[in-house]
């Protein structure tokens, strides 16, 4: 199993990014997923995470801001991101507790990270 995330970049005060993370592999269900940052010289923090039903939890500071969802068909999930600042400035990770065929044990799984760098 495998989680590639994209969608990250450069942009400006204020402006927007999409991420977008895709599980891969004989996967018999995807339980929650979330997006998590890591800012430099800063420990990893949550941003958002949705239940496979929808349910979904922020941090405060993106609350308003950034929105979690995602398509169970697709194995994705996405996080948009609007009226970016640059304290939104972090590598961000997606993760996922994934149950495959092989043993149908619920694991965490990780992506590699994508950068998203706001600048004022």
């Known amino acids: 199993v495998q989680l590639q995330a994209s969608g990250g970049g450069l942009v400006q005060t204020g402006g927007s990014l999409t991420l977008s993370c895709t599980a891969s592999g004989i996967i018999y269900r995807i339980n929650a997923m979330g997006w998590y940052r890591q800012a430099p010289g800063k420990q990893r923090e949550l941003v958002a995470t949705i239940t496979r039903r929808g349910s979904t939890n922020y941090a405060e500071s993106v609350t308003g801001r950034f929105t979690v969802s995602r398509d169970n068909a697709e194995n994705t999930l996405y996080l948009q991101m609007n009226n970016l600042k640059p304290e939104d400035t972090a590598v961000y990770y997606c993760?996922?507790?994934?149950?495959?065929?092989?043993?149908?044990?619920?694991?965490?799984?990780w992506g590699q990270g994508t950068q998203v760098t706001v600048s004022s």
């Open positions: 993760n996922a507790d994934i149950i495959q065929w092989a043993d149908l044990t619920p694991r965490p799984y």
